[in-house]
């Protein structure tokens, strides 16, 4: 039984014990020739019944998910002759991927050597019974929690504190699940980012302005000893991003203006939704309509007034960002602004303010923390944006400030060195986690800038 399959199953499992506890508490509420007071109401029986029923049957099947995987490569990788054994990390991944490819059948068992075939044929039956032996032991655990929980209702028993103790206990582990994830997310990053700067001088990373990490991954291979400087990267992502930036936010932050204060009822009623839509379209259409009719556009303008312009440059990519963009900006300044209390509008109009004066000088200071927080979204957003990049501005990673040339983002960089096979103790892939630890060092900067002027703001409204 596949996992997909074996989740309702536990479900449906979870939903009988829920009921079968129900019926018995409300059985021992109302015995024969007499009434039985309990201390909670039949409904946190049957709740503490399908916790103890659906809990630990849970934590099994996600543990089992966690650790199969691995504990399956490690057994198919044992399996394997002394001669092909993986030397390293690295080695084992390539193995590892050309074994799932023939067991999937993306590849045939001809054009792999018999070893590896072999190892395939063992994959798909470790998988199999890692499947049945999972069925098996969550659906005994789940029958066997709610035999237990159906015994163990009793009238004396406070279901309902035993029930709140345990969601509370529940609540601060997948709260404690988010914090350690984030942390987990940095500190491998951290790690890696650590072992990239042993095989590369950290000065030229951070200050070398050509970026080309085209190494060799193999002893036997030929390859460029590569070029890691970061700045030709962070200056195209700065570049594009502050182009969409100057689009998206007078833009979006003017139609909110509009749709909050001056439009009527029946034009807000249309324009903001087919504003918002804009929110809806997906990236790799904004990026064909980037690559068709915008930056062909502005070559041909740039043409015209006798400038050079390349057919994928930051301009193209970073006005259509722009537009992708003003959804954000303007919804969320627009609920901001509309979260002003009106009582501060009509104060400021009975004193004798013009409508103008009340927007400047009252209602956009009030908005002016939340409004921060829409443009930082979006300046992540911007940040953050990978196939517009791809399709308008291109691959090429050159050191410019003109936005009629081609540049390249770090996000793009990124996904182009982890895509496919990669060796995982190479400079070329390593750097890639450099890249991300300073994109996450960036946006952290940004957030505290944004909060700072923040409160100095909120410090002089109040």
Not at 301 to 313: C, F, I, P, Q
Request: proline share 5%.
């Amino acid at each position: 039984m596949q996992p997909g399959n074996l989740f309702p199953l536990v479900v449906v499992l979870i939903g009988i014990a829920f009921a079968l506890g129900y019926a018995r508490s409300r059985a021992l509420a109302t015995p024969l020739g007499g009434i039985r007071h309990l201390k909670s109401l039949p409904f946190y029986y049957a709740a503490r019944a399908s916790l103890w029923c659906g809990l630990p049957a849970l934590i099994i099947f996600a543990l089992w998910l966690g650790f199969e995987d691995k504990v399956i490569q490690t057994l198919v990788i044992g399996s394997l002759p002394a001669d092909i054994q993986p030397d390293s990390p690295g080695r084992a991944s390539l193995i590892l991927s050309q074994i799932s490819n023939v067991a999937s059948g993306a590849l045939s068992p001809e054009f792999v050597p018999e070893p590896i075939a072999g190892a395939a044929d063992r994959l798909t039956a470790l998988r199999a019974e890692s499947k049945l032996m999972m069925t098996i032991l969550v659906i005994c655990v789940a029958v066997l929690g709610a035999f237990v929980a159906w015994l163990r209702i009793a009238p004396h028993i406070n279901a309902r504190a035993k029930v709140e103790s345990t969601l509370r206990k529940i609540f601060f582990m997948c709260a404690g699940l988010a914090i350690l994830t984030t942390v987990g997310i940095i500190f491998s990053v951290i790690f890696e980012t650590i072992h990239f700067f042993h095989k590369v001088s950290f000065l030229e990373f951070f200050f070398g302005t050509s970026w080309s990490p085209q190494t060799a991954i193999r002893a036997d291979q030929v390859g460029s000893s590569g070029s890691f400087g970061m700045i030709p990267l962070f200056v195209g992502t700065l570049l594009i991003s502050g182009i969409a930036m100057v689009v998206a936010v007078p833009v979006g932050l003017m139609s909110a203006i509009y749709l909050s204060e001056y439009a009527s009822k029946r034009m807000r009623s249309i324009v903001k939704p087919l504003l918002e839509l804009l929110a809806g379209v997906p990236t790799v259409v904004y990026g064909f309509f980037a690559a068709l009719t915008v930056a062909p556009f502005i070559a041909d303008a740039a043409g015209w007034l006798g400038l050079d312009a390349s057919t994928e440059s930051a301009l193209a990519a970073g006005l259509v960002m722009g537009i992708m963009i003003i959804p954000f900006v303007s919804s969320l300044s627009d609920d901001v602004i509309n979260a002003v209390p009106q009582t501060m509008r009509d104060g400021s109009l009975a004193l004798g303010a013009t409508q103008a004066e009340t927007m400047t000088k009252v209602i956009f200071p009030a908005a002016l923390p939340g409004i921060m927080g829409g443009i930082l979204l979006a300046v992540s957003r911007a940040i953050g944006e990978t196939m517009i990049v791809v399709m308008a501005a291109g691959l090429a990673a050159n050191l410019t400030i003109n936005p009629l040339e081609a540049v390249t983002t770090v996000t793009v960089q990124i996904v182009t060195l982890l895509t496919g096979d990669q060796e995982f103790d190479s400079a070329k892939t390593l750097s890639a986690f450099a890249l991300g630890m300073m994109l996450f060092i960036v946006t952290l900067a940004l957030n505290v800038i944004a909060l700072h002027v923040v409160r100095k703001y909120r410090e002089q409204y109040e």
